[in-house]
């Protein structure tokens, strides 16, 4: 069964990086069938989605994050990573790895269960 | 951005009650909609895509429909595991966005 899981530091000081890998098990990131991507949620924003990426290494962004955010994939470890750099407390959410079928890039089918980060001095 | 309103913000239900919450598209979506279950401390849970179709492996109490900008989503017998927060996200085009959420606790 597939598995996602998110991991990374649970707080960050503001200006700092935020950097968080997502791991799948029970599937392969290589398969030309899925892309994969990041979202948060926050209590003021709700579910906002950040980021995709291809096992290729193609990418897109939600615009209003773009000069902030990288993603990347590391298929030898079936992992892929999200960078978050001058992070405010704006920043502040749960974030979430998830699933993204090629037939419809847009549908989120599986998620990870979230990890909370916390940006703050 | 394509803003996504869901209606109500919260809702309160008794087992066994037959359930409709709406979303409505700021723009026409086709029927480019997922609907999404979340459980406190979980990931969110797709139930429904592309407006209508259920996702393998979801109980069939629910359905969901519409196309252009309004949408619902119904559960049809509540049952205890379904108490919980629901949201409309459209996969028309990026950014894909958000309803706020619909809360569903029980009466």
């Known amino acids: 069964q597939l598995q996602l899981q998110e991991s990374g530091p649970g707080l960050v000081k503001p200006s700092e990086t935020l950097s968080l890998t997502c791991t799948v098990s029970?599937?392969?990131?290589?398969?030309?069938?899925?892309?994969w991507g990041w979202i948060r949620q926050s209590p003021g924003k709700g579910l906002e989605w950040i980021g995709t990426?291809?096992?290729?290494?193609?990418?897109y962004y939600n615009m209003s994050l773009k000069s902030r955010v990288t993603i990347s994939v590391d298929t030898s470890k079936n992992q892929f990573s999200l960078k978050l750099n001058s992070v405010t407390a704006a920043d502040t959410a749960v974030y979430y790895c998830?699933?993204?079928?090629?037939?419809?890039?847009?549908?989120?089918?599986?998620w990870g269960q979230g990890t909370l980060v916390t940006v703050s001095s | 951005d394509i803003q996504m309103t869901q209606s109500p913000s919260s809702l309160s239900a008794s087992v066994g009650d037959r359930v409709t919450i709406t979303c409505r598209a700021s723009?026409?979506?086709?029927?480019?909609l997922n609907w999404y279950q979340q459980k406190p401390g979980k990931g969110p849970k797709l139930l429904i895509y592309?407006?209508?179709s259920l996702q393998s492996g979801v109980p069939s109490r629910f359905s969901g429909s519409g196309s252009g900008t309004d949408f619902t989503l119904t559960i049809s017998s509540l049952q205890p595991e379904d108490f919980a927060t629901y949201y409309c996200?459209?996969?028309?085009?990026?950014?894909?966005?958000f309803g706020q959420g619909t809360k569903l606790d029980i009466k």
């Open positions: 998830a699933r993204q079928p090629l037939e419809e890039t847009g549908r989120f089918d599986y």
């Open positions: 029970g599937g392969s990131i290589s398969s030309n069938n899925y892309y």
């Open positions: 990426i291809y096992y290729s290494g193609s990418t």
């Open positions: 723009q026409s979506i086709s029927t480019y």
């Open positions: 592309a407006a209508s």
């Open positions: 996200q459209q996969s028309y085009s990026t950014p894909w966005t």
